[in-house]
């Protein structure tokens, strides 16, 4: 498997709030390994404004199936809330390998998607996240389909050719 590098940052988190006082911040993990947050010293911060800022993280713990960071210089929950809704991102130096299988998102944007048969079917155009599977959604120029992202739909995934092989579902 590739880990591409040809991306400026890689989407590990997204803050939701402050928790507590002394400007802890409530994390939703987008990562498959949560306890990487233990092992790195900063972040980076990207806003929707499109603003980015390098944080220090002065402490980790878990909540259920949150992440609460704690940020040196982020001392309030005031100066928390500012944070609400930001990007925690990471240079793709610090990725972690991943289990035969798996996949980073920026590695199956773009690839070229066909059918068992052969057929050009179109991209992969972006990702939808559900609660039991992801939907991979291919767009070609003359419709989009929604792949479930399951072993019975997706037969062989080629990263460093950009190619994947699905199987056809009968209602496409």
Known sequence: MSNSTNIERILIGIIKKPRGKNGE?????????PERFHNLDSVYLEYKDGNRQEVKIESVRFHKDKVILKFQKIDTSKEAWELENAEITIDPSEI??????YY????????????EKGNFLGKIHSIIKTPGNDVFVIKSAKKE????????????????????TVIKPEYI
């Open 145 to 164: 389909l929604l792949i479930p992202a399951l072993d019975n739909f997706i037969k062989k995934i080629d990263i460093e050719k950009k190619i994947i």
């Open 25 to 33: 911040v409530t994390v939703v993990p987008l990562t498959l390994y």
């Open 96 to 101: 972690i390998n991943l289990p035969e299988g």
């Open 104 to 115: 980073f998102e920026h590695d199956i944007y773009e690839c070229d998607v066909f059918d």
